[in-house]
């Protein structure tokens, strides 16, 4: 099982953890593995949205509200957001999550779920893909019609979540917390533990991991009321835990804290919980019984998630200082007993059953917009300008062919170009004989035996194309990716360019991760070496026909190399 979430908030993560334990728990032989989503998309995704919303918060929450409200009624905003998610983050989340290999996939955050729904839906996931909602609204990013299974808290999710995704894909489990909210915990016994009066009431003022919210003014008003201690929790908001400290530093029955891992003993303790944005914390509450009032309200989903929490009867609304304290009193004369959660089907259990749901993309659609996608370039000339080796030398300007290495070793780096159909292997143990190193660049990917002879002789395989037809450059991004992926090679590797590259190669190439091999020193049965072409650093690619002339251009190679006193290696040996 790989879970991925997210540091945007704690409530991201709390149900990973949650996640986590009740896997670990189930009987099952269950390995869970626990990611940053947002970090395996990349730092620049990362800082985009971790970072940007944290700044938006603190500094101009207005405009994060604004753009929630974009995001959630005009479709040209979900889909440039969407878009834009998917443009940085696919291919990097795609390669982490095929490098582990999980047998499911689950998302607890919604940006990372938009990205996720859409690697599944284009195929390029294969594994069943899940994702947690927490919250009552926002279900327009929550809900992908890409995952299969949807973990929603609320029964009142499932009608929303199953508009968007479809019928089946809601399922109502029990909440995403940790096993601590569920343990019968009596409340004299929490006190004690906090060092909390046994008599009076507690109020628990929090603004979530981020310590976001109106938390000052909430603590100054409830410390008007008579034998009650007030506990803020300013979460990792380190700024305003030291301003609330120095605030309320003479006021015993204030106590501050930063980020904390007592919060099952406290919503024990507490008659009622100050919440300012909602989430999982008021599911901790709920299954403790707390009554959660809802004050100093940030901006965006927070706010109308907890609205409709209050519509639903989960949560009371404070607007104003006044009805603050009314609720709280309210709240403490309500104190009921822990909700009973169990009856519910627990998010494991979902897990490890989640169906194979959604249906991805038809291939010949996928098919048919690659191609629409390579007609629109023709337009307008484009057809002449892609296909033609006329302009190269333009292209050249974006693509910078491999043709010298930088070093200070006595070392060339040696490619070998092999013929359509030919043996490698003979070619293999042959560059062994003369005791040289080398890329072998084929068209078609060699069997695993010779791969293997490969890596036991110090050689290495890399792509190479051949010259293109009129149209065949559009596939040059498919054929790489393709034969990149069976070689096992990096996004980022070295292939063998034709004699006359078309453009429409070069820049498809770099699209799919390659850099051309041009070589300063191209030899072949026709074209002898030049000693005075040789020094070190030099990109020899030599070009083999027949296999008699060959093996004397191997030999004739490796005399004039030892001549010289330089090393043949594999590009990437030079270039390292």
Known sequence: ??????????????????????????????????????????????????????????????????????????????????????????????????????????????????????????????????????????????????????LVMYDQSVRDVERIAGPGSAQVVRPLISAEFLAPRERGAARAALDLPAAGHVVVVSGGGWGVGDLEGAVDQLSQLPDTTIVCVAGRNEAARERLAERFAADRAVRVLGFTDRMPDLLAAADVLVHSTGGVTCLEAMARGCPVVSYGLPVGHAKLNTRAMAEHEYVLVADSPRTLIEHVERGCALRSPAAALSAALDAASAVLEAPRRVIPIARWRLRLASVATALLLTLGGGVWVMSTDELDAAASVLVHPVAKVATSEPVVALVVRMPDGADAANVVRRLGSDELEASIATTTVPSRATLALMRRDGDESIPAISRSSVFGWVHTSSILRRDAR???????????????????????????????????????????????????????????????????????????????????????????
């Open 1 to 150: 099982m790989l879970i991925l979430t997210a540091d945007v908030g704690e409530g991201h993560a709390a149900a990973a953890r949650a996640l986590r334990e009740q896997l670990e728990r189930c009987g099952e032989p269950v390995d869970v593995e626990v990611i940053d989503g947002l970090a395996a998309m990349g730092e620049r995704l990362r800082s985009i949205v971790s970072d940007g919303y944290r700044t938006q918060l603190r500094v101009a929450p207005r405009s994060y509200s604004l753009y929630y409200w974009s995001l959630e009624h005009l479709a040209p905003m979900r889909w440039l957001t969407t878009l834009m998610l998917c443009s940085l983050g696919a291919s990097a989340l795609r390669r982490e999550i095929l490098r582990r290999d999980p047998d499911v996939v689950v998302s607890t955050y919604p940006a990372i779920t938009v990205v996720l729904s859409r690697l599944r839906r284009r195929r390029q996931i294969d594994v069943p893909t899940v994702a947690t909602i927490t919250d009552m609204t926002g279900l327009f990013f929550w809900a992908q019609r890409g995952i299969d299974t949807h």
């Open 486 to 576: 069976a070689l096992h090679l990096h996004h980022h590797f070295f292939y063998l360019e034709p004699s006359d590259p078309s453009v429409g190669q070069l820049l498809l190439a770099r699209t799919a991760g390659g850099t051309p091999v041009r070589g300063s020193v191209a030899v072949d049965s026709r074209t002898p070496l030049r000693a005075g072409d040789l020094d070190r650093g030099s990109v020899i690619v030599v070009t083999l026909a027949d296999a008699r002339a060959s093996y004397r251009l191997l030999d004739r190679l490796a005399h004039t190399l030892r001549a010289h006193n330089l090393v043949a290696l594999p590009l990437s040996d030079v270039a390292s």
